[in-house]
């Protein structure tokens, strides 16, 4: 009896984690086929130098013969260029015709360009109207982006893979048996597979060679090239040492844990595949149908790395509210750390080079590592904060210097739930915001006080001394009046308060050198309430708030406490965040 089966990491790439997730998905097919009560789970875990599936009920070798006719678990593509090549024999539900999709795809959006306003209003507002069911039945395959991806340069190959898991019906049960022996032990022993391989297919007459070319669509960091283990000659030549069921199954995982784009306005292409932490298949699937479903459009390079993790994680809090996923929302509450299921995005970036590609970026995009859950009022809190975080990225163009150094600080917040790349985009986005609503019509999105307080504490509790500080508070009441607050006053034509267009750049200078700090943050106090005065001698209520002594003192004492630089940093971010307009606009 089987009840737990191996993987080795051996790339360090997503290769591993879509063999992982073909095996599981291979092995949750076998399972029910055999399993009489139909009640199968197979859960993923990240053991470190390996993943692990543990098998819920246990499998039986001995009842491998009963699983029967077996389509292959990926689909063959067929294109008119190759439909003679492939096996005549191949049933209809194993295939899928390339050029078909492709048409429906074209009617699908040439029917959404078309719609009426009055229909294009519903589906933006997720509403019902006649013309959207008529839409609906025009969707686009689901797999549509994976057939894109694999045709042309990869599709030899992968109907190679795919084609040969319907030769080998007639000796199914010996062929699982290797692939269930090879993983059922660690370290897996590839040398032991292929020799069993290749006595079965002897027996059978298959002709299928145990080795096969490893595709770099899914294996990342192989291509064709100088690949040879001992350099007796130059040579550009493929990777061919891959056990090909081991290979078939990364074929299978790519249908259900990648997401395969090209970036807008761009033929290169770019892949995230997950990194499962502690997450049975069917929690799995159901939330990367939700996930995917938010990923329909094209998107800028960095914005997609950013909007994929955002998303994903969204997903994945919406998937613990659903019923029937009560095992998953206490799995969630258990590790509090959406991060802590599954970890995040495995990422390969190709260059397009017409009928091929070449890997030109290889790296990793952690799940926000500040999204913590105990319970079901913190997962609409966190869906909220991620909404907001959304929305603020959406806006920027990456085709503007000044948005890209702004996505990039975003992406390195969120990929490593660092403060401070936060800060040091909070510190730059102050400015951003300034700008854009100095532009005839231009406008830029705010944090909330609230969520960002829920952000920094839930990253460093230790946080929450500075930021429910009253000083503190006042202080960023203060920026937030002279520069955000007054901008606002003033294209109301409310001039009564000057804006300070240049005071993030003024703290932030003199952020790492508490004395010079101080001092600017004084000079800041001192004009404050100058205005504040004049103000209340010259004109009527409402009135801004005066900084106190006291509000400068705590200041200071946080100041020695904790740093200048992180002090300030909090500051600006608060400074430039949004509050209730009551509180903004009728203070006594």
């Given at each position: 009896?089987?009840n737990t089966?191996?993987?080795?990491?051996?790339?360090?790439?997503f290769?591993d984690a879509?063999?992982?997730?073909?095996?599981?998905?291979?092995?949750?097919?076998?399972?029910?086929?055999i399993?009489d009560?139909?009640?199968?789970?197979?859960?993923?875990?990240?053991?470190?130098?390996?993943?692990t599936l543990?098998?819920?009920?246990?499998?039986?070798?001995?009842?491998l013969p009963?699983?029967?006719?077996y389509?292959p678990?990926a689909?063959?593509?067929?294109?008119?260029?190759?439909?003679?090549?492939?096996?005549?024999?191949?049933p209809?539900?194993?295939l899928v015709?390339?050029?078909?999709?492709?048409d429906?795809?074209?009617a699908?959006?040439?029917?959404?360009?078309n719609?009426?306003?009055?229909?294009?209003v519903?589906m933006?507002?997720?509403?019902?109207?006649?013309e959207?069911e008529?839409?609906?039945s025009?969707a686009?395959?689901p797999?549509?982006d994976?057939?894109?991806?694999i045709?042309?340069?990869?599709?030899?190959?992968?109907?190679?893979?795919t084609?040969q898991?319907?030769?080998?019906?007639?000796?199914?049960?010996?062929?699982l048996a290797i692939?269930?022996s090879?993983y059922?032990t660690?370290?897996n022993?590839t040398?032991?597979?292929?020799?069993?391989?290749?006595?079965?297919?002897?027996?059978?007459g298959?002709?299928?060679?145990?080795t096969?070319?490893s595709?770099?669509?899914?294996?990342?960091?192989q291509?064709?090239g100088?690949?040879?283990?001992?350099?007796d000659?130059?040579?550009?030549?493929?990777?061919?040492?891959?056990f090909?069921?081991?290979?078939?199954?990364?074929?299978?995982?790519?249908y259900h844990?990648?997401?395969?784009?090209?970036?807008?306005?761009?033929?290169?292409?770019?892949t995230?595949v997950?990194?499962?932490?502690?997450?049975?298949?069917?929690?799995?699937?159901?939330?990367?149908d939700g996930?995917?479903?938010?990923?329909?459009?094209?998107?800028?390079s960095?914005?997609?790395?950013?909007?994929?993790?955002?998303?994903?994680t969204?997903a994945l809090?919406?998937?613990?509210?659903?019923?029937g996923?009560?095992?998953?929302?206490?799995?969630?509450f258990r590790?509090r750390?959406?991060?802590?299921?599954?970890?995040?995005f495995?990422?390969?970036y190709?260059k397009?080079l017409?009928?091929s590609?070449?890997?030109?970026?290889l790296?990793?995009?952690?799940?926000?590592?500040?999204?913590r859950?105990?319970?079901?009022?913190?997962?609409?809190v966190a869906?909220?904060?991620?909404?907001?975080?959304?929305?603020i990225?959406?806006?920027?163009?990456e085709t503007h210097?000044?948005?890209?150094?702004?996505?990039?600080s975003?992406?390195d917040?969120?990929s490593?739930?660092?403060?401070?790349?936060?800060f040091d985009?909070?510190?730059?986005?102050?400015?951003?915001i300034?700008?854009?609503r100095?532009?005839?019509?231009g406008?830029?999105?705010?944090?909330?006080?609230r969520?960002?307080?829920?952000?920094?504490?839930?990253?460093?509790?230790?946080?929450?001394?500075?930021?429910?500080s009253e000083g503190?508070q006042?202080?960023a009441?203060?920026?937030?009046?002279?520069?955000?607050?007054a901008?606002?006053?003033?294209q109301?034509s409310?001039r009564?308060?000057d804006?300070?267009?240049g005071?993030?750049?003024?703290?932030?200078?003199?952020a790492?050198y508490?004395?010079?700090?101080?001092?600017?943050?004084?000079e800041?106090?001192?004009?404050?309430?100058?205005?504040?005065?004049?103000?209340?001698?010259?004109?009527?209520g409402?009135?801004?708030?005066?900084i106190?002594?006291?509000?400068?003192?705590?200041i200071v004492?946080?100041v020695?406490e904790f740093?200048s630089?992180?002090?300030?940093?909090l500051?600006l971010?608060?400074?430039y965040?949004r509050?209730?307009r009551?509180?903004?606009l009728?203070?006594d």
């Open positions: 009896m089987i089966l191996f993987v080795g990491k051996t790339s360090q790439t290769a879509l063999l992982v997730y073909g095996l599981a998905l291979v092995t949750n097919d076998v399972l029910r086929r399993d009560t139909g009640d199968v789970t197979v859960t993923l875990r990240d053991a470190g130098p390996y993943y543990d098998l819920s009920p246990e499998l039986d070798p001995e009842r009963a699983v029967g006719v389509l678990p689909p063959v593509i067929r294109t008119a260029k190759n439909a003679k090549q492939l096996p005549q024999d191949l209809l539900q194993a015709d390339y050029e078909a999709q492709r429906r795809r074209t699908y959006f040439a029917a959404r360009q719609l009426s306003k009055e229909a294009q519903a933006r507002a997720g509403g019902e109207h006649p959207l008529f839409l609906r025009l686009p395959h797999d549509w994976v057939f894109r991806a045709n042309p340069s990869a599709l030899a190959g992968y109907n190679k893979l084609a898991w319907w030769q080998i019906q007639e000796g199914l049960p010996d062929v692939l269930f090879l059922s660690l370290p022993d040398d032991a597979a292929v020799a069993a391989w290749k006595q079965l297919d002897k027996a059978h298959w002709g299928i060679g145990a096969t070319t595709l770099q669509i899914y294996n990342p960091a291509g064709k100088q690949n040879r283990a001992k350099a000659r130059l040579a550009m030549e493929n990777i061919k040492d891959a090909w069921l081991s290979e078939s199954l990364k074929a299978v995982g790519f844990a990648a997401l395969t784009k090209q970036p807008r306005g761009s033929k290169d292409r770019k995230y997950l990194r499962p932490i502690e997450v049975t298949l069917g929690d799995s699937q159901a939330i990367m996930f995917a479903n938010m990923m329909v459009g094209a998107q800028s960095i914005q997609s790395d950013i909007l994929a993790d955002l998303r994903y969204r809090l919406q998937h613990s509210q659903d019923a996923a009560d095992d998953f929302a206490q799995l969630l590790r750390q959406p991060a802590r299921i599954v970890g995040g495995y990422s390969a190709y397009n017409g009928n590609a070449a890997t030109m970026n790296s990793f995009i952690g799940l926000p590592g500040w999204i859950v105990r319970s079901a009022e913190d997962v609409d869906i909220a904060i991620l909404d907001e975080h959304e929305r990225v959406r806006q920027f163009d210097s000044d948005d890209i150094a702004l996505l990039i975003y992406r917040f969120i490593s739930s660092d403060l401070w790349p936060f985009f909070t510190a730059a986005y102050s400015g951003y300034i700008r854009q100095e532009r005839a019509g406008r830029a999105r705010q944090f909330s006080d969520n960002l307080g829920r952000l920094i504490m839930n990253a460093e509790p230790k946080l929450r001394r500075i930021i429910e503190f006042n202080l009441y203060a920026i937030r009046q002279s520069t955000v607050v901008q606002y006053r003033k109301q409310d009564r308060y804006v300070r267009y005071l993030n750049q003024e703290l932030a200078r003199k790492n508490p004395r010079d700090f101080i001092a600017a943050l004084s800041f106090i001192h004009s404050y309430n100058a205005e504040n005065a004049q103000v209340m001698e010259n004109r009527q409402p009135y801004r708030r005066s106190l002594t006291t509000d400068v003192e705590e004492a946080l020695d740093g630089g992180l002090v300030c940093q500051l971010a608060y400074g965040a509050t209730p009551k509180d903004e009728d203070d």
